[in-house]
Each structure stands twice: as structure tokens, then as C-alpha cells.
């Protein structure tokens, strides 16, 4: 896998899968469908997506700007473009804290 993001799509479509069988020999037939039917093939189409897309440097944050234009046409969809923020400031904050850590383990 070129990046992270792709071996992590391998692994739920591995995990669907074996969720599935799981489900099936419980007789969970509605999981079974879940992930069978709906996160297996996400997960498939976001890999293959992945692979022939490759991360090429580009670090615009085009989703956070896709859903403000989206809810300046309709301001229905200000609460997805809250939520990619939300997701935003976190992973910020995670980065941010990473370094930190780094830092203090490498002063040790």
C-alpha cells in the first residue's frame, strides 16, 4: 500500500469480511448484511479510489471548502461543514499534542 489510509481501507475490508462469517455462524443475519453489503464494498471502492489516486503533495483542505460552498447554496449543510471542522480542530489538536510528546521523549 502506498500510504496509511490504504492499508487501513485493506484491513475493514478484511475485518467486514470476517465480521461477516462471524455474523453469519451467530445467524446475525442483519450485521451480516451490514457489513457485507454496505461497509465491505465502501471500503473496497475507497481502496481502489486510494490506489489510483495516490498522494501527491497536495494539502488543500478541499472538503471543509466543497460543503461551504454547498451550504452558502443551502444552509442545510452548514451542520456537515460544523462537522468536518470539528474533525479539523481534533486532528489539529492530536498533531499538536504528538509533537508535544515527541519532544518530551526525545529530551529523555
Known sequence: MREGVGFG????????????????????YGEMITYLGMTMPMSIFALISWLKNPYNGNKSIVLIILWILASIYDAKYISVVVCFVAFLVNDIYGFVNWCKMKKRQNNN
Open 9 to 28: 481501507q485493506f484491513l475493514m475490508v478484511l475485518f467486514s469480511l470476517l465480521y461477516g462469517i462471524i455474523s453469519f455462524s451467530f445467524t446475525y
